[in-house]
Structure formats: structure tokens, C-alpha cells
């Protein structure tokens, strides 16, 4: 029973200073509610917007009763007995077929859309969402002749809107049609997936049908079938291994033009959310290492300025666990407010904002929240908190009553400092020097943060940086061209050279590549490949270019997957034929998020692969590209097509950096403008008496603010140079470990000027005029307050 | 007939108290001549230091004038009477105050430095020949906490008068320091006034007061008494501290 007493006593006490404290702290408080608030939201919308995205991609292949495997191809391919074989597998539980026609080209608001697309007519089981993304519609009204679905995949790369004009070129001609709606098409539908599929009338259907049916030869064929493959419920293969094993056994995959299972197809649409949360997550967590430097170094700061208070609490019998507790309790109480407020915040702009990376997905999202996931989060911070408060409080321990009421304090202020004179020339400058040095470990926690924030910022700037120069581009593996080729017939190495002439008539060539992307077969798996005319202008990571016709290069990623070495011997097949081929090297690759490699055309031959080659071409100076596009569809118009290419460096990526770039850039500003805020408060106690001595022996308050702007500037400063140290150090590893899902294993960072000098200037005078804003209370203090008596 | 340098006129300061107002001066009309050693006494509360403050433009009195060189220096804006704290007047704290982080000399130099019609190298001499003078020069790059009170204060005197400002403030300069340290300070306050240096010092310690060769009494925040004494340097000290003594408490002190 007293043990009883004596705890509840214990709590009142603690209770009672705790309030005292919060009363008289309010702005440390409030500092540590706002921090932990800020996380709270950015956790809760970064994980809710993604949650509600994937949401909606889920809840729209329930809705549209997606296939586990869809393989596409040339209708003439497909044959009765495939199908029966298939039909007749124990693995399968049904397999529907349905017939569609190419469009080469979608051609929208001024802009091409050059992936080839499956039209297809439109049924019972076509199925719209509302114009802007906001939900799904209940029918989808039928079409009219000159009408067409189109999903929104299509619709974000040409900037496209409902009621606008598309017009698709086919073998058998030109055809216009005006846009009625937007197609719900989870499985390609999304604006990363080359694949399309747009929906007709059948009167359009079959009339333009026919004229394509007439235009097709031998090898030109535009009339095509999919089909959709379902697992049986006793199969326990992954939808992956149902494909190998299909496969292997039937030849269905091999035989098609494309496959793609239901996973991949989530994985594809979600890539993009998936990766800029990635990356947000990551800054998230550094604000989140800020939240714990900035709590040790307050409480750090509070020990030494209440050190007097301590050892009075102390000689009245409060033991240092007590007074830890109470900075627990203290710095828990306004984290766990933080956090609930910045939960409560964040939900209702996730219902506004959840469908922004709809126009990637092309399907709405469904809001939810995952309340699970980020609580756990949130108790991680509370955890890592809660360990920081303890570890930074054990000091209290050493306070010796006596030695703290005696007047221990002097040791404790500027105990070390470096010997910079006071100039004349720059005073205000050289005394703040002073003062930051004669109180380095006041500015550690600054030093620190800025790091983290300079080094994240020019991180976001090294990605933007590479991704936007073409030298970084290549040099990473990637091909960057500004005109793809396509010939219309087997072109020679002459026309090659007319071509080339032409091109250059406008604009010097500086790389030319000529290969193709088509599905091979990779040990039973349909993996994209690009054969190479000559496969040594790729740079490889390790080994060699596959220039030997039984040698191929595979990207890491797949080398990991398969679980390979270089050396090691691989099947590779293309429709019926195969053979054995052995790894030369690894390339960097990025179709279909890094699961590619790269053969020979002399090896692909091998296998009866005898498709033509682009001719794709990097120029010197990309001005004159249209001019020249035009000039060459013109002259060779019966031998090529000529595009502009689509690549990393289109608007969507730039688009999604910049807004990223945004987010980080307004983070850290407004990190930087709460952490100046905290630090300045308790400077400015722990100064009030040098200041009031400045103010008596003549300096003007703007001199005294300026001193302290100059110190936060110099913590700044060092802390960015620590920022761009790590920055140097780190940024292509972390880039690596986020962008490793889209392909990129090997990250050179390219730093341009920008890289560093923009996060460096954001900081350093974010640094400068917040700390200068925050030292207005420095008009506050009065020369009286040195006299202690009236 | 000597020439008034500073002068209050129905000076009053009033401070927030309670809800209310505390009436610290009220109404003091008073005058500081030229090369005197001026002496403010009175009991605690009774408003010296809050004198000494608003005469120093320190702190803005709430009603009257405060003039100085034809200007009455309560209207003065911060930047004009930051300039007059630095070039014209010099002040001296009871609690020292010297810079924690600066070291002996460098707390000199500093406000030498403001008044820009000094080079840096006169500032710098100068504030060497003060040190050397307050006898500090030995400990001139030491930190103030690494130096005793007396030290410190001495150190503070040099920080004054590095801009040989026309009047030198001192409110209790002696309140912190031991005996033989006080009698350092005054000592050195003393030869100041001796070369022309205007002082007035807030004090309640009689020893201090000796100092002065004019003295003034505060009672709630009202002149209530005036003695004028001799130089410091001539007649019996003796007979000075019985006169003084007698007095203060004529006045109840």
C-alpha cells in the first residue's frame, strides 16, 4: 500500500512538472508536436496514396475478371490444335480467345502514340471509367460508327482528352475517330505498358477488318488473337511457374508475340507509384532521423541551460530517473500528439489527392489507409525516440547538486574554442564566428541535419540530372536516341547509308544502334531481348558483349532471377526453335523493368529469327529532329517509317522528378525553418545576457541579428559540405537500391553544377533568413535586464 | 562655473506591476557637470540603478527629457542611441557582464571597434594601454571565467572608457568585488575623474560614496538631498566620511 502511495505520489509529481514545463516550454513543445506532425502526414499520405492505388488496380481486375495469363498473336499463328492442347491441360481452367487488328500508330492532339495497339470491338464486357479518373462508370453506352474507348494509358501520353480526335494508322489506312470514354483496361491500360488495347463499333470493326485483310502479306500481318489462360484452382504453380510450365510443355507462349501474366501486369501499373513512394519513403526517414537529432540535441540543449534547476530539483530528492521520465513523458506526449494530428490531417487530402498517379495506372483508386502499416511506423519513431531520450538524459545522472547550485555553469558555455581574431573590418561576421565556435556542439545537431537534407536534395537532383542528360543516360547503359527507323521491307547496308546521309544533311549522328525489341524465349520464360547488329556499342557492366552467334548478355536483374554466372550455358528460343547459348557479360537494361538481354543478329539467326532491324540514331544537336523525320518519311516513304523515339527523358519521368524534387525541396525548407526556430529559442535564452551586454556597449539590433544569422549560415554551410560528402558517397548506391525495380542495378551519378550549388544556396540562405526572422526577439531584450535591482 | 553635460527633466519611469504600475522616478530634475564625480545614493527600491539606466539611454524613461548635447535622448531612435551608448557613454555593470566568449582584451577592443573614428590599430593600442593601465595586461587573452571578479571588473572599467566617452556610467561597480578589489575599482575611477572623465556611479556603499565630490540622495524615486564635497584628493578623509556619514543620516539613511 505505501509502495502504492508512493508511485501515485511519484506520478503527481511528475505530473505536476510536467505541466510546468509544457507551460513554460511551449515553443519546444510545439516544435516537436509540428516535426512529428509532418512525418505523421507525409507517412500517412505517401502510404495511403499508394495503398489507394494499388487498391484500385486490385479492385479493377475483380471487376474486369482478368485472365492469369494472356498471350497475344498473329491470328494465322494460332492454331486449333494449340488451343486444344492448351484447352486439354490439367493445369487450366478455361481459355476464352478474342480477335483484335493492329493500329501501328495513334496519332492525338498533335502527338504519336507509336507502340502498336490491339483494336477490338466493343461488347457486353467492355467496361468504362468516369472521364477524370474518379470512379468507375456502371456501363459503358455502345458505340457509334466513327466512336472509340480508349484507356487512359494512351490518353496521358498524348496529353489526350475524352471528345477529342484519334486517329490510328493500320496496314489498311488512316482512320479517325473521336474519343467517347475511357476504357478500363487494368491489364495494359497504364501509361508504363507499351501494349494497348482501344475498343470500336463493330461496324467500324469489321469494315476496317476488311481492308486490312486485304493489304496483308507474308510479312505483313495486322490480324490478331489473344488468349486468355486461367489456372486451374488445384494448380499450385505461381502464375510465373504456370507459364514456364505451360510453355514448356505447349509452345502457347512461344508461338505469341507477348505474353503477360496478372502479376506482372499489377507490377508494371504500380511500378511507378511503387518507385516515387520508394523514394519518398526514404526521404520520409531521413526527416524522421532529423526528428531524433533534433530531440537529442533539444534535450541536450535543455540539460545544460537548466542545469542550476536540476541540481535544485536534485537536492530536493528527485532522483535522475524521475527527471528522465519527465523528458519522456515530455518529448513522447508532444510526438504522440503530433502524430495523431498529423494522421487526422492526412486523411481527408488523401480522399482529395488519391488519385494522383491515376494517369500512370489508368484506373481509379480506391481509397484505404493503411492504418496497420503506418502505426507500426510511427511506433518505430516512438521507439527510436524514446532509446534517444534515454541515452541523451543519462547525463542527468552526473549532475552533482552541490557542483550545479555552486554555479557550474560557466564550465559548461564555450569551453573550447578556436583562435580567429576579432576583426574590425568584419566585426558582426567575426563575432558570430566566435560564438559558433565558442558553441560548436550547439550547431552539431544543425551540421547534422543539413547533411541529411543537402545530401537527399542533391540525391533527388542527381537523379533528375542524370535522367534529363543524355551523357548520363549512356553512360549508365541506357540507349538514348532521338530517331528510331523502321523499315517497311528487308533494307540493305546501302539503304542504311542513304539514310544516314540524309540524317546527316541536318544534324551530325553521333551513336547509331541497330537492333530491334522483341519476347524471346529464356529458359522456358518469354523474356524481352534485342538482338544487336552489333552488340559491343552497349557498355557492359561485367564480361563482354555477346559477339560470338552462341553468346548472349543478360542484365543483372535476370542473372539473379535465373540464379546464373557469366559462363553459364542458357536455352534461348524464338517460336519453335531453340538452342544453347552461353552468357558473354552483363548489360545495364531496362525493358520491362530490367528482365531483358541482348543477342547477336548473327546469333538470333540461329534461331530463325529473321525480323528487320531499326536503325535508331543519336544525334549531336536534337533541334532540327522533326525537320529531319519528316524529310525522311518523305524521301524513303516506301522503304521506312521514321519516329521521333519515346524515351527516359519523356515528360512523364521529368514530370514525376520535378514533383518529386518539389516535395523534398519543400520538406527541407520547411524542416530547416522549424529546426533554425528551435535551436534559435534556446540560443537566444542561453545568450539574453550577451546580447543585452552587445545592446549596452552599442550594437544596433540588426548587428546582433545578422550575428545570428551568420552562425545558423556557417552550420550551414559545413553542413552542406557534409551533405554533398555523402551525397558524392551515397547517392548512386541509394538510387541503385530504389531504382533497381525498373532495371537500373549499376547508378553512375553525373553531378552537374545545379546538383550541388542549388540544394547548397536552397539551405544555406533558408538557413540565413529564418534564423534572421527568428532573432527578432533580440528587439525584446532590454539593457535593464543586466541590472538586478531597481 | 561648471558646464552641464547631461541634464533630466521631470523624468519619470514606470514599470507594469500587478496589473498596475509601479512608479520607480517620479519627476527628477537633475544635472551632471562636466568633469565631476557624481554620487547616487539612496536605499534599495529606491530607483538608482532605474536612474542611472534611463540617464545612460540605457532605457527609455516613460515621461520627461533626458539631454545631452542639445538632444533629448528619450526620442532618440535604436540606431542613434546605440551610437551614443558606444562613442559618447561609457557604463560599468555591478555584475561585470563582459563577454563570455570573447577574451580580456578582445571584450575591449569590441566597442572600439564600433566607433569608426578609430583604425583598428589605435583601437587595438589603445585597449593594451588600458589593460595595462588596470593592470590586467598580463591576463589580457585569458577568458573572463578563467580571471577573478576584481580582474573582471577592472577589465570592464577598460571596456568603458576604450571610446574615452564624454560621461562613464558606474551602477554599483563595486557590489561584487572583495575589499581590496573594490578599493582597485575605485581607485581607478578616481584617477579617471582626476584626468577629466565625468563619472556617476549608482552606489550604496559609503566607501564608495567618499569618492564623489558631489552626492545625491534617491527616495522613492525623488531627489531628496544633495552634498557637495571637495576633491577626493584634498582634506581629511576622515572628516569626509564623518561629513558624508552625518548626512545620510540627516536623511535616514
Redesign the interface.
Known amino acids: 500500500m505505501a509502495y502504492l502511495v508512493g508511485m501515485v505520489g511519484g506520478v503527481m509529481e511528475i505530473l505536476t512538472l510536467l505541466k510546468a514545463n509544457i507551460r513554460h516550454k511551449k515553443g519546444s513543445f510545439m516544435s516537436v508536436v509540428l516535426l512529428t506532425m509532418i512525418i505523421a502526414m507525409s507517412v500517412t499520405t505517401i502510404l495511403g496514396i499508394k495503398e489507394s492505388a494499388f487498391e484500385g488496380v486490385y479492385a479493377s481486375h475483380e471487376r474486369m475478371a482478368t485472365p492469369d495469363l494472356w498471350v497475344e498473336y498473329y491470328a494465322y499463328k494460332l492454331t486449333d490444335e494449340m488451343i486444344n492442347e492448351v484447352k486439354s491441360d490439367a493445369r487450366v481452367e478455361s481459355v476464352s480467345l478474342d480477335e483484335f487488328f493492329f493500329a501501328d500508330k495513334s496519332v492525338m492532339n498533335g502527338n504519336e502514340y507509336t507502340n502498336s495497339v490491339m483494336i477490338m470491338k466493343a461488347d457486353e464486357d467492355t467496361s468504362l471509367v468516369e472521364d477524370d479518373l474518379s470512379g468507375f462508370r456502371d456501363e459503358a453506352p455502345e458505340l457509334k460508327k466513327g466512336e472509340i474507348y480508349v484507356p487512359q494509358g494512351l490518353l496521358s501520353n498524348v496529353e489526350g482528352k475524352v471528345g477529342q480526335k484519334v486517329t490510328l494508322e493500320t496496314i489498311g489506312g488512316d482512320f479517325a475517330f473521336t474519343v467517347k470514354g475511357v476504357l478500363l483496361d487494368p491489364y495494359f491500360g497504364a501509361s508504363v505498358i507499351g501494349w494497348k488495347r482501344y475498343c470500336i463499333s463493330e461496324e467500324d470493326y469489321d469494315e476496317i477488318r476488311a481492308k486490312i485483310e486485304q493489304k496483308e502479306t507474308e510479312e505483313s500481318h495486322a490480324i490478331g488473337k489473344y488468349m486468355e489462360i486461367n489456372k486451374a484452382d488445384n494448380c499450385l504453380l505461381t502464375l510465373p511457374q504456370f507459364r514456364r510450365q505451360l510453355n514448356q510443355d505447349t509452345g502457347v507462349v512461344d508461338m505469341g508475340n507477348g505474353s503477360l501474366t496478372r502479376d506482372m501486369s499489377i507490377y508494371y501499373t504500380t511500378l511507378f507509384p511503387q518507385i516515387i513512394s520508394s523514394i519518398l519513403m526514404v526521404f520520409i526517414m531521413l526527416l524522421l532521423a532529423i526528428v531524433l537529432i533534433v530531440t537529442v540535441h533539444s534535450i541536450s540543449m535543455e540539460i545544460e541551460s537548466n542545469y542550476v534547476t536540476f541540481g535544485v530539483l536534485k537536492a530536493q530528492g528527485f532522483g535522475a530517473g524521475k527527471i528522465r521520465i519527465l523528458f519522456l513523458a515530455q518529448y513522447l506526449l508532444a510526438e504522440i500528439i503530433g502524430a495523431v494530428l498529423g494522421i487526422a490531417v492526412s486523411i481527408p487530402f488523401i480522399g482529395v489527392s488519391a488519385n494522383i498517379f491515376a494517369a500512370i495506372t489508368a484506373v481509379p483508386a480506391v481509397l484505404s489507409v493503411p492504418f496497420g502499416l503506418i502505426g507500426l511506423l510511427l511506433s518505430v519513431l516512438f521507439v527510436l525516440s524514446a532509446a534517444a531520450i534515454l541515452f541523451v538524459t543519462v547525463k542527468i545522472k552526473r549532475i552533482s547538486p552541490v557542483r550545479a547550485i555552486s554555479g557550474a555553469k560557466?564550465?559548461i558555455?564555450?569551453d573550447s574554442?578556436l583562435n580567429v581574431p576579432?576583426?574590425?573590418?568584419f566585426?558582426s561576421a567575426s563575432?558570430a564566428f566566435?560564438?559558433f565556435t565558442?558553441?560548436k556542439r550547439r550547431y552539431l545537431g544543425i551540421f547534422a541535419i543539413v547533411g541529411i537534407l543537402v545530401f537527399f536534395m542533391m540525391t533527388i537532383n542527381v537523379l533528375s540530372h542524370t535522367v534529363s542528360s543524355k551523357s548520363a543516360s549512356e553512360s549508365m547503359g541506357m540507349v538514348v536516341t532521338e530517331i528510331d527507323v523502321m523499315p517497311k521491307k528487308q533494307l540493305a547496308e546501302e539503304d542504311f547509308a542513304e539514310i544516314e546521309k540524309e540524317i546527316g544533311r541536318n544534324a551530325k549522328i553521333e551513336k547509331k544502334y541497330y537492333y530491334r525489341v522483341d519476347y524471346f524465349s529464356f529458359e522456358g520464360e518469354q523474356i524481352v531481348c534485342q538482338p544487336y547488329k552489333d552488340p559491343s556499342v552497349l557498355p557492359p557492366l561485367k564480361g563482354r558483349a555477346p559477339i560470338y552467334d552462341n553468346e548472349i548478355a543478360v542484365s543483372p536483374i535476370l542473372l539473379d532471377e535465373f540464379g546464373l554466372e557469366i559462363g553459364d550455358e542458357v536455352t534461348v528460343g524464338w517460336e519453335r526453335e531453340k538452342e544453347k547459348y552461353l552468357i558473354s557479360g552483363t548489360f545495364q537494361l531496362m525493358n520491362d523493368a530490367g528482365r531483358s538481354f541482348v543477342i547477336s543478329q548473327k546469333g538470333a539467326e540461329r534461331i530463325g529469327y529473321e525480323r528487320w532491324l531499326w536503325g535508331c540514331y543519336s544525334l549531336e544537336e536534337d533541334e532540327e529532329t522533326g525537320k529531319i523525320v519528316d524529310s525522311l518519311n518523305e524521301k524513303f516513304t516506301d522503304r521506312i517509317e521514321a519516329r521521333e523515339s519515346q524515351g527516359m527523358t519523356d515528360g512523364t519521368y521529368q514530370l514525376a522528378i520535378l514533383f518529386m524534387q518539389m516535395i523534398i525541396y519543400v520538406f527541407s525548407l520547411l524542416f530547416s525553418l522549424i529546426v533554425v526556430h528551435m535551436v534559435c529559442a534556446k540560443a537566444f535564452v542561453q545568450e539574453r545576457?550577451?546580447i543585452?551586454?552587445?545592446?549596452?556597449?552599442?550594437?544596433?539590433?540588426a548587428k546582433l541579428r545578422l550575428q545570428f544569422a551568420v552562425r545558423f549560415l556557417t552550420a550551414a554551410v559545413l553542413g552542406s559540405c557534409l551533405g554533398a560528402v555523402l551525397s558524392y558517397a551515397f547517392s548512386a548506391r541509394i538510387l541503385e537500391l530504389i531504382l533497381y525495380r525498373i532495371g537500373i542495378t549499376s547508378f553512375k551519378t553525373a553531378f552537374g553544377v545545379l546538383t550541388f550549388v542549388l540544394p547548397i544556396a536552397v539551405i544555406c540562405s533558408g538557413f540565413f533568413i529564418f534564423a534572421y526572422l527568428s532573432s527578432g526577439k533580440v528587439k525584446k531584450v532590454?539593457?535593464?535586464e543586466?541590472?538586478?535591482?531597481? | 562655473m561648471k558646464q552641464t553635460i547631461l541634464s533630466a527633466k521631470d523624468l519619470c519611469k514606470s514599470f507594469a506591476h500587478n496589473g498596475g504600475q509601479l512608479h520607480?522616478l517620479s519627476h527628477v530634475d537633475m544635472e551632471l557637470y562636466e568633469g565631476e564625480f557624481t554620487v547616487i545614493m539612496g536605499a534599495?527600491?529606491?530607483?538608482?540603478?532605474?536612474l542611472l539606466?534611463a540617464l545612460s539611454g540605457?532605457?527609455r524613461a516613460t515621461a520627461g527629457e533626458v539631454l545631452y548635447g542639445g538632444k533629448d535622448i528619450v526620442k532618440l531612435k535604436?540606431?542613434e542611441l546605440?551610437?551614443?551608448?558606444?562613442?559618447d557613454f561609457g557604463?560599468i555593470?555591478?555584475?561585470m557582464?563582459?563577454?563570455?566568449?570573447?577574451t580580456l582584451l578582445?571584450n575591449v577592443?569590441?566597442?572600439?571597434?564600433?566607433n569608426k573614428d578609430q583604425?583598428?590599430s589605435e583601437?587595438r593600442n589603445r585597449a593594451e594601454q588600458l589593460l595595462e593601465k588596470m593592470s590586467v595586461s598580463q591576463i589580457k587573452t585569458h577568458?573572463p571565467?578563467q580571471v577573478s571578479g576584481g580582474e573582471q571588473q577592472r577589465c570592464a572599467v577598460a571596456?568603458a572608457v576604450i571610446n574615452e566617452p564624454k560621461v562613464l556610467f558606474a551602477?554599483e561597480p563595486t557590489g561584487a568585488l572583495n575589499r581590496k578589489n573594490t578599493t582597485d575599482v575605485l581607485d581607478l575611477l578616481s584617477e579617471l575623474n582626476r584626468e577629466g572623465q565625468s563619472v556617476l556611479m549608482v552606489t550604496h556603499d559609503l566607501r564608495a560614496a567618499l569618492r564623489g565630490n558631489r552626492i545625491l540622495y534617491l527616495e522613492d524615486g525623488k531627489i531628496i538631498g544633495e552634498l557637495k564635497l571637495p576633491d577626493y584628493r584634498t582634506g581629511d578623509e576622515k572628516a569626509r566620511e564623518t561629513q558624508v556619514n552625518a548626512w545620510l543620516t540627516s536623511l535616514e539613511w
Open positions: 560557466k564550465e558555455y564555450f574554442r576579432i576583426g574590425s573590418k566585426l563575432l566566435r560564438q565558442s558553441a545576457t550577451d543585452g551586454i552587445y545592446k549596452a556597449i552599442g550594437f544596433t539590433v532590454q539593457i535593464r543586466l541590472v538586478q535591482s531597481l | 520607480v534599495s527600491g529606491s530607483g538608482k540603478s532605474t539606466y540605457m532605457d535604436e540606431k546605440a551610437k551614443l551608448r558606444h562613442s557604463f555593470f555591478q555584475q557582464h563582459l563577454v563570455s566568449n570573447l578582445e577592443v569590441v566597442p572600439g571597434y564600433l583604425s583598428a583601437v577568458l571565467s571596456r551602477d
